[in-house]
Nanobody, 118 residues
Framework: QVQLVESGGGWVQPGGSLTLSCAAS????????MAWLRQAPGKQRELVAT???????NYADSVKGRFTVSRDNAKNTGYLQMNSLKPEATAVYFC????????????WGQGTQVTVSS
């Protein structure tokens, strides 16, 4: 059974940093694109960053230059380094593994809370 476990969330003051981790089991991690998404109360889920199996990255404009997505396939783990955090980054952050071509897959973690406030 595929499982994704996020960790590293918590409370941080504006301007601070956090690193989120996404540990995968039960599948071939390197086969998938890894995405980070977030959802604030009362708002739609928002795509934050992606990294493909080949290492290509994309970022939402709102986090570009401040967040860095990476992966360590040998450890079956992905990361989201978040710097210069703003209060609007407060949300539950989710890790997602997805693959658009055969064999297709779409897996989600349980989410980890990030709160940015003073």
């Amino acid at each position: 059974q595929v499982q994704l476990v996020e960790s590293g969330g918590g409370w941080v003051q504006p301007g601070g940093s956090l690193t989120l981790s996404c540990a995968a089991s039960g599948t071939i991690f390197s086969m998938f694109t890894m995405a980070w998404l977030r959802q604030a109360p009362g708002k739609q889920r928002e795509l934050v960053a992606t990294i493909t199996s080949g290492g290509s990255t994309n970022y939402a404009d709102s986090v570009k230059g401040r967040f860095t997505v990476s992966r360590d396939n040998a450890k079956n783990t992905g990361y989201l380094q978040m710097n210069s955090l703003k209060p609007e980054a407060t949300a539950v952050y989710f890790c997602n593994l997805n693959r658009a071509t055969f064999p297709r897959g779409d897996y989600w973690g349980q989410g980890t809370q990030v709160t940015v406030s003073s």
